[in-house]
């Protein structure tokens, strides 16, 4: 049996993920996610066990901030190099939602938790590629398309702990631990 592997992300309420569903279509070899595996993560925190899984959901717990709105504002793609990797619904950057980021990340390493340093992008992943993906002219297309999309606002009220473990039909995301926001 495989650990899984632990994130903390904002979820998606579902009249924005029947929103993003719309999208969902046009781009060959993608793999769409379907809308019970939209959030916008905040941290990945990878395999945590034990002493350190325990510190973690209880430091998460003492996060208090306030409810904040969060607005979906257009797609792009997520490459490595000239491969495309994951296609994305771009969430607004905003000085709350930057300080919850901070806040989860910052609690991971106090908890001893190795976070990536990559710069913070927040984002719902509408589909992923595997390597050797065929997207030709259709992601250039889709991107154009969609580059005026919004949907929400809507009120981020609370976080959660998510386990990640893989499944036959990709990832299967199970909600943990919620934090409320509550001032």
Same mark, same amino acid.
């Given at each position: 049996? /495989?650990?899984?592997?632990?994130?903390?992300?904002?979820?998606?309420?579902? #009249?924005?993920?029947? =929103?993003?569903?719309?999208?969902?279509?046009?781009?060959?070899?993608?793999?769409?996610? /379907?809308?019970?595996?939209?959030?916008?993560?905040?941290?990945?925190?990878?395999?945590?066990?034990?002493?350190?899984?325990?510190?973690? #959901? #209880?430091?998460?717990?003492?996060?208090?901030?306030?409810?904040?709105?969060? %607005?979906?504002?257009?797609?792009?793609?997520?490459?490595? &190099?000239?491969?495309?990797?994951?296609?994305?619904?771009?969430?607004?950057?905003?000085?709350?939602?930057?300080?919850?980021?901070?806040?989860? %990340?910052?609690?991971?390493?106090?908890?001893?938790?190795?976070?990536?340093?990559?710069?913070?992008?927040?984002?719902? /992943?509408? =589909? @992923?590629?595997?390597? &050797?993906?065929?997207?030709?002219?259709?992601?250039?297309?889709?991107?154009?398309?969609?580059?005026?999309?919004?949907?929400?606002?809507?009120?981020?009220?609370?976080?959660?702990? @998510?386990?990640?473990?893989?499944?036959?039909?990709?990832?299967? @995301?199970?909600?943990? =631990?919620? @934090?409320?926001? %509550?001032?």
């Amino acid at each position: 049996m /495989t650990m899984p592997r632990l994130f903390v992300a904002l979820p998606v309420p579902e #009249e924005i993920a029947d =929103a993003l569903t719309t999208l969902q279509s046009g781009v060959p070899d993608a793999r769409w996610h /379907t809308a019970d595996k939209f959030h916008v993560t905040l941290c990945f925190a990878g395999e945590v066990q034990g002493a350190a899984l325990r510190d973690f #959901e #209880e430091e998460l717990s003492d996060i208090a901030g306030p409810q904040f709105p969060l %607005t979906i504002a257009g797609v792009e793609q997520f490459s490595s &190099g000239k491969q495309p990797k994951a296609l994305v619904a771009v969430v607004e950057r905003s000085d709350r939602l930057d300080w919850l980021h901070r806040k989860v %990340t910052t609690v991971a390493r106090n908890c001893g938790i190795g976070i990536d340093r990559r710069k913070f992008r927040p984002h719902v /992943t509408l =589909a @992923y590629f595997a390597s &050797g993906a065929e997207t030709g002219h259709h992601l250039a297309q889709f991107i154009a398309s969609f580059s005026t999309f919004r949907a929400g606002p809507w009120m981020a009220d609370h976080f959660a702990l @998510y386990s990640s473990r893989s499944g036959r039909n990709g990832s299967i @995301y199970t909600e943990e =631990a919620a @934090y409320d926001l %509550t001032f």
